[in-house]
């Protein structure tokens, strides 16, 4: 460069550095335009905006500030930003449908969004502050926004115990426990029953080998001998428990040989009274009366059977027990009286009650079932199976334990199996990469996962060693919950006190009450202290409730207090003896502190009373709306009509005054009635007394 | 030279920028029925499922337990009462009697009882046993199922007013 050129600028230069300028102008302006233009920014703008356009824009803009707005919840380690844009989640002016998301308000739900943030329950990314990371799969985050179907999921993870906001969810864990995943699966919180599948280790004396091919074949088509009957009706989505194996004809032969050589001891025919079995030779008509008997006994409120009404098949009854309709084209006839006369002597775990059988019922019962529950042509398409072959019952024994069937039935002398299948304590929590999707064309979420391997375990992994289940869509979305609410073992986050534990009381009692528990089982379908069955009414304050006579004179012969239901309590044939120490047990442990029975004196109840009690409950109060005396009055709640001899005036009292304190899911509304009322309702009702005829009827029923 | 850094300043200024565009995101479309938190089947037609929301589920759970005796034809455990009783208690369902109530006549209703609001003594008062938002719960659930399907009215309802 020449001396005197230097301090000039030349044209060149000049242009130069104005581009340059520019450019570094263009530069920084970048940041502060990104910055400007970020998704929460525009969507709090946006808010502005609308909320001008509503009319409470005050309410609506109160708390509202120009930034980032977060919840934090340190004990669940959770930050959550949701409601930067989300601003309206908590304005009940925003909840119509009308209103354009992020906007909208929240349905109303049990927790303040604004208490608890939104991540906890829906999941997805509460750091975030652009839209797709926060909802979606991305390389930094793996769980994505749980679709709205398994939100119930989320409830899990701190209310471990079912809640009835849940339905969803409680109903996928029943079926987890239902259909017994915990046979192969460790599944925290669900119950684990203490016989999953039958023991089989006497299972040829009960069953032939061709029953147990077809059973193993299909174990859905039992009951349909052409394949096509529909099943619905009942209970439509009812199952047999036992899935189906996808097994080969080798595999059956093999299994169905190895189980059918498990004969243990040979079950000795039943003498029955000579002069049952000549009666019954000259009378054959007396087979319609096991029918009776069997319909008198209620064996239909545990078992069902199909009935088939325009062409239509239909299941009816319980769903306790199996259903029945063809069982004694499956059991043998030896076989069912020994199990009939003792269940326990044959299964141990068994849930059936141990009846007090007469010669004659037993007789005629059996009968019955042989005669008429029966379909020759059930076994018609199983090829002809011999003996098994010792080659035959080695595989079949190999077999048993390579399929895994060790997980849920027990065979003496075979080591029981566990942790046949991964562990699913933490199954919510996986992430994608965490998943083996191998080849499948299934989509890559949790979800997609999960229903793929519940509907059919094949289309994830060819060699899947999981069987087949078949489940309706309702199910299948419930089932996929309650596995998405598996979140493990909480890490110490102080998590743990904001966790409300699941319970799993028991209720064993002793003596000579604890034996007659067991033998008549009735923890299957009554509560007590928390523990049993929820068929019948809970037990757990019965001897507040119900008059000691009552109660043995209800044993001796149950009739139902509800005549519409029509499940019943089975004829137990209880002896008197029986009765009576059922009853001092019930009147003397299962009380309530609440009802005071010396308290109330009903030899002070007046006729005024009882006469004020009369018009309350027909008029003022309108109890026969629900409750039956004599022959009028509806149907949902008891029968009054023998309350007088049935119930403890003070029960009736506190019952009256707050039934749910007595009963905790009672239907009952409970009322503000004075205590003048209460007392004069208490007094009519105590006057309610219905002497024999009905009860005589029904012994005659008996037919004995 | 020129041309070419202009380019490049356009591509430097252009790629700075790009990404704070902000991005549209398809909205998944997804069957309202899945999304719901629960669903009631249509009571006159067996192929229609209502998608209900949090609230309305929990006024299916209230209503199934304690309502479902007398204001159904088919209960959970077998025939319905309503048939037995005079006067016949409504069907939840019918839209031609309850979209005309408002909200607060069937709050006041269940709260209080059929005799408090001039109608049959038969409906039992439900205000000690159900929450107050256990029976807007119920509310909400008979809007959702009601046939002929139910329409807010259109003025501003009270949550506009001054407290």
């Given at each position: 460069?020449?001396?005197?050129?230097?301090?000039?600028?030349?044209?060149?230069?000049?242009?130069?550095?104005?581009?340059?300028?520019?450019?570094?102008?263009?530069?920084?302006?970048?940041?502060?335009?990104?910055?400007?233009?970020?998704?929460?920014?525009?969507?709090?703008?946006?808010?502005?905006?609308?909320?001008?356009?509503?009319?409470?824009?005050?309410?609506?803009?109160?708390?509202?500030?120009?930034?980032?707005?977060?919840?934090?919840?340190?004990?669940?380690?959770?930050?959550?930003?949701?409601?930067?844009?989300?601003?309206?989640?908590?304005?009940?002016?925003?909840?119509?449908?009308?209103?354009?998301?992020?906007?909208?308000?929240?349905?109303?739900?049990?927790?303040?969004?604004?208490?608890?943030?939104?991540?906890?329950?829906?999941?997805?990314?509460?750091?975030?502050?652009?839209?797709?990371?926060?909802?979606?799969?991305?390389?930094?985050?793996?769980?994505?926004?749980?679709?709205?179907?398994?939100?119930?999921?989320?409830?899990?993870?701190?209310?471990?115990?079912?809640?009835?906001?849940?339905?969803?969810?409680?109903?996928?864990?029943?079926?987890?426990?239902?259909?017994?995943?915990?046979?192969?699966?460790?599944?925290?919180?669900?119950?684990?029953?203490?016989?999953?599948?039958?023991?089989?280790?006497?299972?040829?004396?009960?069953?032939?080998?061709?029953?147990?091919?077809?059973?193993?074949?299909?174990?859905?088509?039992?009951?349909?001998?052409?394949?096509?009957?529909?099943?619905?009706?009942?209970?439509?989505?009812?199952?047999?428990?036992?899935?189906?194996?996808?097994?080969?004809e080798n595999e059956l032969v093999a299994l169905s040989g190895y189980l059918s050589?498990?004969?243990?001891?040979?079950?000795?025919?039943?003498?029955?009274?000579?002069?049952?079995?000549?009666?019954?030779?000259?009378?054959?008509?007396?087979?319609?009366?096991?029918?009776?008997?069997?319909?008198?006994?209620?064996?239909?409120?545990?078992?069902?059977?199909?009935?088939?009404?325009?062409?239509?098949?239909?299941?009816?009854?319980?769903?306790?027990?199996?259903?029945?309709?063809?069982?004694?084209?499956?059991?043998?006839?030896?076989?069912?009286?020994?199990?009939?006369?003792?269940?326990?002597?044959?299964?141990?775990?068994?849930?059936?009650?141990?009846?007090?059988?007469?010669?004659?019922?037993?007789?005629?019962?059996?009968?019955?079932?042989?005669?008429?529950?029966?379909?020759?042509?059930?076994?018609?398409?199983?090829?002809?199976?011999?003996?098994?072959?010792?080659?035959?019952?080695?595989?079949?024994?190999?077999?048993?334990?390579?399929?895994?069937?060790?997980?849920?039935?027990?065979?003496?002398?075979?080591?029981?199996?566990?942790?046949?299948?991964?562990?699913?304590?933490?199954?919510?929590?996986?992430?994608?990469?965490?998943?083996?999707?191998?080849?499948?064309?299934?989509p890559r979420t949790l979800v997609a996962y999960i229903e793929a391997k519940v509907?059919?375990?094949?289309?994830?992994?060819?060699?899947?060693?999981?069987?087949?289940?078949?489940?309706?869509?309702?199910?299948?979305?419930?089932?996929?919950?309650?596995?998405?609410?598996?979140?493990?073992?909480?890490?110490?986050?102080?998590?743990?006190?904001?966790?409300?534990?699941?319970?799993?009381?028991?209720?064993?009692?002793?003596?000579?009450?604890?034996?007659?528990?067991?033998?008549?089982?009735?923890?299957?379908?009554?509560?007590?202290?928390?523990?049993?069955?929820?068929?019948?009414?809970?037990?757990?304050?019965?001897?507040?409730?119900?008059?000691?006579?009552?109660?043995?004179?209800?044993?001796?012969?149950?009739?139902?207090?509800?005549?519409?239901?029509?499940?019943?309590?089975?004829?137990?044939?209880?002896?008197?003896?029986?009765?009576?120490?059922?009853?001092?047990?019930?009147?003397?442990?299962?009380?309530?502190?609440?009802?005071?029975?010396?308290?109330?004196?009903?030899?002070?109840?007046?006729?005024?009373?009882?006469?004020?009690?009369?018009?309350?409950?027909?008029?003022?109060?309108?109890?026969?709306?629900?409750?039956?005396?004599?022959?009028?009055?509806?149907?949902?709640?008891?029968?009054?009509?023998?309350?007088?001899?049935?119930?403890?005036?003070?029960?009736?009292?506190?019952?009256?005054?707050?039934?749910?304190?007595?009963?905790?899911?009672?239907?009952?509304?409970?009322?503000?009635?004075?205590?003048?009322?209460?007392?004069?309702?208490?007094?009519?009702?105590?006057?309610?007394?219905?002497?024999?005829?009905?009860?005589?009827?029904?012994?005659?029923?008996?037919?004995? | 030279?020129?041309?070419?850094?202009?380019?490049?300043?356009?591509?430097?200024?252009?790629?700075?920028?790009?990404?704070?565009?902000?991005?549209?995101?398809?909205?998944?479309?997804?069957?309202?029925?899945?999304?719901?938190?629960?669903?009631?089947?249509?009571?006159?037609?067996?192929?229609?499922?209502?998608?209900?929301?949090?609230?309305?589920?929990?006024?299916?759970?209230?209503?199934?337990?304690?309502?479902?005796?007398?204001?159904?034809?088919?209960?959970?455990?077998?025939?319905?009462?309503?048939?037995?009783?005079?006067?016949?208690?409504?069907?939840?369902?019918?839209?031609?009697?309850?979209?005309?109530?408002?909200?607060?006549?069937?709050?006041?209703?269940?709260?209080?009882?059929?005799?408090?609001?001039?109608?049959?003594?038969?409906?039992?008062?439900?205000?000690?046993?159900?929450?107050?938002?256990?029976?807007?719960?119920?509310?909400?659930?008979?809007?959702?199922?009601?046939?002929?399907?139910?329409?807010?009215?259109?003025?501003?309802?009270?949550?506009?007013?001054?407290?």
């Amino acid at each position: 460069m020449l001396p005197e050129e230097m301090g000039k600028i030349s044209k060149r230069f000049r242009w130069t550095f104005a581009l340059l300028s520019v450019f570094f102008l263009a530069v920084l302006a970048v940041s502060p335009v990104r910055e400007y233009l970020r998704a929460w920014k525009r969507y709090e703008r946006d808010y502005v905006r609308f909320a001008q356009t509503r009319p409470d824009t005050k309410r609506l803009l109160a708390d509202f500030r120009f930034e980032i707005n977060q919840i934090w919840i340190p004990k669940m380690d959770v930050v959550d930003r949701c409601t930067t844009c989300h601003q309206g989640i908590s304005q009940a002016s925003l909840q119509d449908s009308s209103v354009p998301e992020p906007f909208r308000a929240h349905p109303p739900i049990a927790h303040r969004a604004r208490d608890w943030g939104c991540v906890i329950c829906h999941r997805g990314q509460g750091l975030a502050t652009e839209v797709r990371d926060a909802h979606d799969t991305t390389l930094a985050w793996e769980q994505p926004i749980l679709p709205v179907q398994y939100i119930q999921a989320s409830c899990a993870e701190c209310h471990r115990q079912d809640l009835p906001q849940t339905p969803r969810l409680n109903r996928g864990r029943e079926l987890l426990a239902k259909h017994i995943c915990v046979g192969c699966h460790r599944l925290p919180g669900i119950e684990r029953a203490v016989m999953l599948g039958p023991d089989l280790t006497n299972i040829g004396s009960k069953v032939s080998r061709q029953w147990i091919y077809k059973w193993l074949k299909d174990p859905r088509t039992i009951l349909a001998s052409d394949g096509s009957v529909v099943v619905n009706g009942y209970e439509s989505e009812d199952e047999p428990r036992m899935p189906k194996f996808r097994l080969g004809e080798n595999e059956l032969v093999a299994l169905s040989g190895y189980l059918s050589s498990l004969q243990g001891e040979k079950i000795q025919p039943y003498k029955f009274d000579p002069r049952v079995v000549a009666e019954w030779e000259k009378r054959p008509d007396l087979i319609e009366q096991g029918e009776t008997r069997f319909r008198q006994m209620f064996c239909t409120t545990c078992h069902s059977l199909a009935v088939t009404r325009a062409g239509e098949t239909k299941l009816i009854g319980g769903d306790i027990g199996p259903e029945l309709t063809k069982v004694a084209s499956k059991v043998n006839s030896d076989w069912l009286v020994a199990w009939l006369r003792s269940p326990q002597a044959y299964l141990l775990h068994a849930e059936m009650p141990r009846y007090q059988w007469s010669d004659r019922d037993l007789f005629v019962v059996s009968r019955y079932i042989e005669s008429k529950l029966t379909d020759t042509t059930l076994l018609s398409d199983v090829p002809a199976l011999g003996t098994p072959t010792p080659s035959e019952v080695q595989s079949g024994k190999q077999l048993f334990l390579e399929k895994g069937c060790g997980s849920c039935h027990v065979i003496q002398g075979v080591p029981p199996q566990t942790d046949y299948g991964p562990d699913l304590s933490s199954l919510g929590l996986k992430t994608i990469s965490q998943l083996e999707f191998g080849n499948s064309r299934i989509p890559r979420t949790l979800v997609a996962y999960i229903e793929a391997k519940v509907t059919n375990p094949l289309s994830v992994n060819a060699a899947a060693r999981m069987p087949q289940y078949s489940l309706g869509s309702s199910d299948l979305t419930a089932l996929t919950t309650a596995l998405l609410s598996m979140s493990g073992s909480s890490a110490p986050t102080g998590l743990e006190g904001l966790i409300l534990p699941a319970r799993h009381p028991q209720f064993r009692p002793a003596g000579t009450f604890g034996e007659l528990y067991e033998r008549y089982k009735c923890y299957v379908c009554h509560r007590f202290n928390g523990y049993g069955g929820t068929l019948a009414p809970d037990l757990t304050f019965e001897g507040s409730r119900a008059q000691h006579k009552w109660i043995v004179d209800f044993l001796k012969n149950p009739q139902t207090l509800r005549p519409t239901l029509t499940f019943r309590m089975p004829q137990f044939n209880i002896p008197i003896e029986e009765a009576t120490v059922l009853a001092d047990y019930l009147t003397m442990v299962m009380q309530t502190p609440n009802v005071n029975l010396a308290g109330t004196d009903r030899k002070a109840f007046t006729p005024q009373m009882v006469s004020l009690g009369k018009q309350l409950y027909e008029v003022k109060y309108q109890c026969q709306s629900c409750h039956t005396i004599g022959s009028t009055g509806g149907y949902v709640g008891p029968n009054l009509t023998n309350a007088g001899n049935w119930m403890n005036p003070a029960w009736i009292e506190e019952w009256l005054k707050d039934p749910q304190s007595l009963v905790a899911d009672s239907i009952e509304p409970r009322r503000n009635f004075t205590d003048q009322e209460r007392t004069a309702l208490t007094a009519y009702l105590m006057t309610l007394k219905q002497s024999g005829p009905a009860q005589a009827t029904a012994a005659a029923g008996r037919g004995q | 030279m020129k041309p070419k850094l202009t380019i490049v300043l356009v591509l430097v200024a252009g790629a700075s920028l790009t990404p704070s565009c902000h991005k549209k995101v398809a909205p998944e479309k997804l069957d309202p029925i899945l999304r719901a938190y629960d669903t009631d089947q249509d009571w006159n037609d067996s192929e229609r499922v209502i998608p209900l929301n949090y609230q309305q589920a929990q006024g299916k759970r209230v209503f199934y337990q304690y309502c479902v005796w007398c204001h159904a034809d088919a209960t959970p455990a077998g025939p319905s009462n309503r048939s037995n009783l005079n006067p016949m208690p409504p069907l939840a369902n019918d839209g031609a009697v309850f979209n005309s109530l408002s909200d607060d006549f069937l709050r006041n209703t269940i709260t209080l009882g059929g005799s408090a609001v001039g109608r049959s003594a038969l409906m039992p008062a439900w205000g000690i046993t159900l929450k107050p938002e256990e029976i807007d719960a119920v509310i909400a659930f008979y809007r959702a199922i009601a046939q002929p399907p139910y329409q807010a009215p259109a003025r501003p309802g009270p949550q506009y007013s001054v407290r």
